[in-house]
């Protein structure tokens, strides 16, 4: 027997188990458990013990499979706005300059490790603390169920901005530009209908697993063979089949693998290198900028005529350092620019920034509305065609949420009530798609407490149906319609039984279990499409002994 094997694996229960009860600790506190998971990685490192093979294969995995289901979800269009590409030039660019003048003042009080920086040393350190983290952000945009907000879009363009700025550095950097047989990868656009046609072909069983995971690491595999990042490739190989039907179901089924190996990540920054007294005062030093760096972007946002409460939620997801400054200090290190220390200086950085982050997005909505007034004072008195005022005219029925079960819902209710229902989703693509099958359906964001002061009738709404999968963003349109006149009755579909309390709590009066009342569903409908049934002998069926009782279709 190999007790080598069986140490190794004793040892990799020991971190998944102490993962686990700061994960649930940090749940049990209000906040997202990845911030137990980097706790995990500190008190590893306090106890020596570094980072594993099989935690740097689940990070390596975990990241592939995030950048892939963001590229699901991804509009290339965002990318053209000049709210995505012009922000992130100019903040990058702001940042670097006035970071770089931080670690100076910083070199001149005398804070070790800092003292006796160059300005190429400082400038460096600048560039890696200007980008923010693309696992953080999306993290927290899913587990908030925003990835499809304006303010969600927003922020993981701005993050894919940052990251081809972080590729072309490293490129450079290391003199190592990609292989002319990169040109070939031009073939995998008109290689899409072959990829939609084989996503047709697979069904939704063991068969969609493989080819998504086939996918996505296919295309990471492929990129990195011609001298990209890996991630990119799987990003694009997810842009590529981000329209076809079964993207949501390709989504859903990476969810769970992903968030597991995201595990990884997360429990590797903190075991970055050795932990050390001046390595935990220079990061805590760093740390502060974050605040800065988020306060630079919300300016941004507004100049770019967007709301003061969309661009505070963006610039709060955005609050953090990236996994690419340790990646851009691995390469100062490498070529002798950094001290070795440097990497764990930012990890710490990094740990610090998303826990801070992680805090100010728990409350971000508090923090707006205690503030709000201050927070509308820098917006432009024009906003975007996004955030203008929605006209639902004398609707008496609003769905909120047009997935699969908030089209059939509102189907339904349209043959029910004709023209006065209305339908929201904050997806761009699902609300050009419900206008050109004859929906009315306007794009918004419900979550946002000012969609609800945009929203313009002729009417009181009688009914609010909540349509949306994700059961924080149910609880986020509960708080905000009662923060309103709204004096209808809501009604919300669920997945899972604990889910019925919270919801009622929040003000929900109607609640469809979706789990419990799919089979009452499923018979009511087999019902109405087959004639009525009888049985013969009488109203009740022979049930004396040695008599079997029948029923006959009459």
Same mark, same amino acid.
């Given at each position: 027997?190999?007790?080598?094997?069986?140490?190794?694996?004793l040892g990799d229960v020991v971190w998944i188990a102490l993962a686990f009860v700061l994960g649930l600790l940090s749940r049990a506190v209000g906040l997202p458990p990845?911030?137990?998971?980097?706790?995990?990685?500190? #008190?590893?490192?306090?106890?020596?013990?570094?980072?594993?093979?099989?935690?740097?294969?689940?990070?390596?995995?975990?990241?592939?499979?995030?950048?892939?289901?963001?590229?699901?979800?991804?509009?290339?269009?965002?990318?053209?706005?000049?709210?995505?590409?012009?922000?992130?030039?100019?903040?990058?660019?702001?940042?670097?300059?006035?970071?770089?003048?931080?670690?100076?003042?910083?070199?001149?009080?005398?804070?070790?490790?800092?003292?006796?920086?160059?300005?190429?040393?400082?400038?460096?350190?600048?560039?890696?603390?200007?980008?923010?983290?693309?696992?953080?952000?999306?993290?927290?945009?899913?587990?908030?169920?925003?990835?499809?907000?304006?303010?969600?879009?927003?922020?993981?363009?701005?993050?894919?901005?940052?990251?081809?700025?972080?590729?072309?550095?490293?490129?450079?950097?290391?003199?190592?530009?990609?292989?002319?047989?990169?040109?070939?990868?031009?073939?995998?656009?008109?290689?899409?209908?072959?990829? #939609?046609?084989?996503?047709?072909?697979?069904?939704?069983?063991?068969?969609?697993?493989?080819?998504?995971?086939?996918?996505?690491?296919?295309?990471?595999?492929?990129?990195?063979?011609?001298?990209?990042?890996?991630?990119?490739?799987?990003?694009?190989?997810?842009?590529?089949?981000?329209?076809?039907?079964?993207?949501?179901?390709?989504?859903?089924?990476?969810f769970g693998f992903k968030n597991l190996f995201l595990l990884g990540f997360f429990l590797s920054i903190g075991l970055s290198g050795p932990l050390t007294a001046e390595?935990?005062?220079?990061?805590?030093?760093?740390?502060?900028?974050?605040?800065?760096?988020?306060?630079?972007?919300?300016?941004?946002?507004?100049?770019?005529?967007?709301?003061?409460?969309?661009?505070?939620?963006?610039?709060?997801?955005?609050?953090?350092?990236?996994?690419?400054?340790?990646?851009?200090?691995?390469?100062?290190?490498?070529?002798?620019?950094?001290?070795?220390?440097?990497?764990?200086?930012?990890?710490?950085?990094?740990?610090?920034?998303?826990?801070?982050?992680?805090?100010?997005?728990?409350?971000?909505?508090?923090?707006?509305?205690?503030?709000?007034?201050?927070?509308?004072?820098?917006?432009?008195?024009?906003?975007?065609?996004?955030?203008?005022?929605?006209?639902?005219?004398?609707?008496?029925?609003?769905?909120?949420?047009?997935?699969?079960?908030?089209?059939?819902?509102?189907?339904?209710?349209?043959?029910?009530?004709?023209?006065?229902?209305?339908?929201?989703?904050?997806?761009?693509?699902?609300?050009?798609?419900?206008?050109?099958?004859?929906?009315?359906?306007?794009?918004?964001?419900?979550?946002?407490?000012?969609?609800?002061?945009?929203?313009?009738?002729?009417?009181?709404?009688?009914?609010?149906?909540?349509?949306?999968?994700?059961?924080?963003?149910?609880?986020?349109?509960?708080?905000?319609?009662?923060?309103?006149?709204?004096?209808?009755?809501?009604?919300?579909?669920?997945?899972?039984?604990?889910?019925?309390?919270?919801?009622?709590?929040?003000?929900?009066?109607?609640?469809?279990?979706?789990?419990?009342?799919?089979?009452?569903?499923?018979?009511?409908?087999?019902?109405?499409?087959?004639?009525?049934?009888?049985?013969?002998?009488?109203?009740?069926?022979?049930?004396?002994?040695?008599?079997?009782?029948?029923?006959?279709?009459?």
């Open positions: 027997m190999d007790f080598e094997l069986i140490a190794i694996a990845m911030v137990g998971f980097l706790a995990t990685g500190f #008190a590893l490192n306090l106890y020596g013990i570094a980072s594993g093979e099989v935690l740097q294969k689940l990070s390596d995995l975990g990241i592939t499979l995030l950048l892939f289901t963001v590229g699901l979800k991804l509009n290339l269009r965002t990318l053209a706005r000049p709210q995505v590409w012009a922000v992130a030039g100019l903040h990058m660019s702001i940042a670097v300059a006035g970071f770089a003048a931080a670690i100076g003042l910083l070199t001149l009080s005398g804070t070790p490790l800092v003292s006796g920086l160059g300005l190429t040393q400082s400038l460096l350190i600048a560039f890696a603390l200007s980008f923010s983290s693309t696992v953080f952000v999306v993290k927290v945009l899913e587990e908030k169920g925003a990835t499809a907000s304006l303010a969600g879009r927003l922020a993981v363009g701005i993050l894919i901005v940052q990251d081809l700025a972080a590729v072309a550095f490293l490129a450079a950097s290391a003199n190592a530009w990609p292989s002319p047989w990169a040109l070939l990868l031009l073939l995998l656009i008109p290689a899409r209908p072959l990829l #939609a046609l084989v996503l047709d072909r697979v069904g939704h069983g063991e068969l969609l697993v493989l080819y998504s995971l086939l996918l996505a690491l296919g295309g990471a595999e492929v990129f990195e063979l011609v001298g990209l990042k890996g991630d990119l490739g799987a990003l694009v190989l997810g842009v590529l089949v981000a329209r076809h039907q079964k993207a949501e179901e390709v989504a859903s089924t990476m390595a935990l005062l220079a990061g805590a030093a760093l740390t502060p900028l974050v605040l800065v760096k988020s306060a630079l972007f919300f300016g941004l946002f507004t100049r770019f005529r967007l709301r003061a409460r969309t661009s505070l939620r963006a610039s709060l997801t955005l609050a953090n350092y990236s996994e690419f400054g340790l990646i851009v200090a691995a390469l100062g290190v490498a070529n002798g620019w950094l001290d070795g220390h440097w990497l764990i200086v930012l990890a710490i950085a990094l740990s610090l920034s998303c826990a801070i982050a992680a805090v100010l997005n728990a409350v971000a909505h508090r923090i707006y509305q205690r503030y709000r007034v201050a927070w509308t004072r820098f917006e432009r008195s024009e906003h975007l065609a996004d955030e203008r005022p929605l006209d639902i005219g004398d609707a008496r029925i609003a769905v909120l949420g047009m997935g699969r079960i908030g089209t059939a819902a509102y189907d339904h209710m349209q043959r029910l009530h004709g023209g006065a229902i209305i339908g929201v989703d904050s997806d761009p693509l699902k609300v050009r798609q419900h206008l050109s099958e004859g929906r009315n359906v306007l794009l918004g964001d419900p979550r946002d407490g000012d969609f609800w002061d945009r929203v313009r009738s002729t009417r009181p709404l009688d009914v609010v149906m909540l349509a949306l999968p994700n059961r924080a963003a149910k609880l986020a349109v509960l708080d905000r319609i009662g923060a309103s006149a709204f004096e209808g009755r809501i009604a919300a579909a669920v997945r899972f039984p604990d889910e019925i309390e919270a919801m009622n709590e929040a003000g929900a009066s109607i609640l469809f279990n979706l789990s419990a009342e799919a089979g009452a569903g499923f018979a009511a409908h087999v019902a109405a499409q087959i004639p009525p049934l009888g049985r013969t002998g009488g109203d009740a069926p022979d049930t004396s002994p040695g008599q079997p009782s029948r029923t006959t279709v009459t």
